[in-house]
């Protein structure tokens, strides 16, 4: 998968809204951070225009509105910001991530259970040779 360039947390708000909302409109959009940020409607679009010029967003123009959506499934958009995150931020090494969540992470039951599960499919494959997907 190719890597898009990273986003700022201004643009993850809005991507994480739009994600939860979509199809937006700049309007509906602008209101969200006006309430939240104080963001005006400028600031909304500019976001939302490099979100969509990176990748992250894309949108259609319906009634004589464009309508704002991801580019890609949540779950894949989610797992691409963590892999950029572990790429630029952590360089590259996950130790950091892995200790925040042994020591710092309030995780509930059902959680580790799931981290359980990650660790046990991740041994399954270097057992069988695979490698993990993209």
């Known amino acids: 998968m190719a890597r898009r360039p ?3 947390e201004a643009e993850m708000e809005i991507l994480r809204y ?8 700049v309007r509906d959009v602008a209101e ?6 104080g963001h005006t409607r400028t600031t909304a679009l500019n976001a939302m225009e490099r979100l969509r010029k990176k990748g992250y967003l894309t949108r259609e123009k319906a009634e004589g509105v464009y309508r ?5 499934p949540r779950p894949q958009m ?6 950029d995150f572990v790429q630029q931020m952590l360089g590259g090494s ?3 991530f892995m200790a925040y969540l042994a020591q710092d992470a309030r995780l509930t039951e059902t ?3 799931e981290l359980r599960r990650l660790v046990s ?14």
């Not at 739009?18 to 409109?25: L, S």
């Not at 499919?121 to 993209?134: F, Q, T, V």
Request: net charge negative; proline share 10%; charged share 35%.
């Open 6 to 8: 990273g986003i700022g």
């Open 18 to 25: 739009v994600a939860e909302h979509h199809p937006v409109t």
């Open 32 to 37: 969200y951070v006006a309430a939240t940020k």
């Open 68 to 72: 704002y959506r991801p580019a890609m």
């Open 78 to 83: 989610l797992r691409g910001l963590v892999r």
């Open 94 to 96: 996950i130790e950091p």
């Open 111 to 113: 959680e580790v259970e």
């Open 121 to 134: 499919d991740l041994e399954s494959r270097e057992e069988d040779g695979h490698e993990p997907p993209d």
